[in-house]
């Protein structure tokens, strides 16, 4: 009797079907684990959710909330997708943020009279160029000699959190702030604007301008269509005349300067001054949102409200004894069950026997 086996077979075109479904069912999944966890540890998983939804989505305060964790949750997974398109796999979008927001600290820290009409401007260009310059130093070795970006961008992460540390316990650190690891509060003027009487900034408009940017650039352009075929494959962009190593390099600093400016976003709208630990894993969670949004730079935009509502839950459980990292064992069985159903979405599962023939 002949040994089976089974065999992934590429599809050619996958199923628009299967892509629309396989997000959905990963979510489902995914809570269907944590409610199974829940259970486990004497919780019950109807009410834990419900109170993640009602205290997130349910009210003014928690939604307005929601779209504040939102903010660099969609910024960082839209610097994340431009890399993914390319295949470049930009896993370093956390620490892109920290040295974007660092880059723009440094100027309300050092002319801390600037008006305003210079100071914000000159906060965004300084956050997208230290994340932009953060990113390409992956960027350039991957480029030149095909590096493994997954590893130099991973690592950097720490050293840039650890960079932001050092600046905040030390040359950085406010001597009114009662020996804190914080900065001296930014003045008025490199504070974006408010909205809605809450506290969501304008910071907001930066994401939606960009995805809407994004979107047309991937759809439209002939960058775009650069972009996609690079990431198909690079031996067939050479021969069609592509210059492989300058648009690594540019869409590298792109992916690096999008990421900065939700840094830049982060400490000028919401917290107002650098300090220890400014993001609670944004450029991470930002790699999920990709994923779930298939890279759609619009999706993106939903995905990262539904994700921040997850994140303003998580916290909200505390008050029942259940730990707020729930919020991030949900995050990473969505991303399990999206990669798991990424094989089934691109590939086709058959069941062969040893000298190859298949078995129906």
Do not use: C
């Amino acid at each position: 009797m002949d040994r089976l086996r089974f065999k992934l077979e590429k599809r050619l075109t996958p199923s628009p079907v299967m892509v629309f479904i396989i997000p959905l069912v990963s979510v489902l999944l995914a809570l269907l684990l944590g409610a199974i966890f829940l259970s486990l540890t004497g919780q019950k998983p109807l009410a834990v959710y419900t109170i993640m939804f009602t205290d997130s989505l349910g009210s003014k305060y928690g939604f307005t909330e929601t779209i504040v964790k939102a903010i660099p949750l969609a910024l960082t997974a839209l610097g994340v997708a431009l890399a993914f398109k390319m295949k470049l796999w930009n896993i370093g979008a956390e620490g892109q943020l920290y040295m974007g927001a660092m880059g723009a600290s440094w100027l309300p820290l050092t002319y801390p009279t600037l008006p305003i009409y210079f100071m914000l401007p000159g906060m965004v260009v300084l956050g997208m160029m230290a994340g932009g310059l953060w990113a390409l130093l992956t960027a350039i070795p991957r480029a030149i000699w095909k590096v493994n970006e997954i590893i130099t961008t991973l690592m950097l992460n720490y050293v840039a959190i650890l960079w932001v540390d050092y600046l905040v316990f030390g040359p950085w650190r406010d001597p009114k702030g009662s020996n804190f690891p914080i900065s001296a509060p930014f003045p008025e003027a490199a504070r974006l604007p408010e909205l809605f009487n809450s506290r969501i900034h304008a910071g907001l408009f930066f994401a939606i301008a960009l995805a809407v940017i994004l979107a047309i650039i991937f759809k439209y352009s002939r960058w775009g269509y650069s972009i996609n075929v690079i990431g198909s494959s690079e031996r067939a962009a050479g021969y069609a005349g592509m210059n492989i190593k300058r648009n690594i390099l540019l869409v590298m600093f792109l992916s690096g300067a999008i990421s900065g400016l939700a840094g830049m976003a982060e400490v000028s709208g919401i917290i107002g001054k650098l300090q220890h630990g400014i993001s609670p894993g944004y450029g991470y969670t930002a790699i999920i949102v990709a994923w779930l949004s298939k890279l759609n730079p619009l999706a993106i935009l939903i995905v990262s409200v539904l994700f921040g509502a997850l994140q303003v839950g998580g916290y909200a459980v505390q008050v029942e004894g259940v730990p707020a990292a729930v919020a991030t064992m949900l995050q990473g069985t969505i991303l399990f069950f999206v990669l798991g159903g990424e094989v089934l979405t691109n590939y086709r599962v058959r069941l062969v026997s040893r000298n190859g023939e298949e078995r129906k």
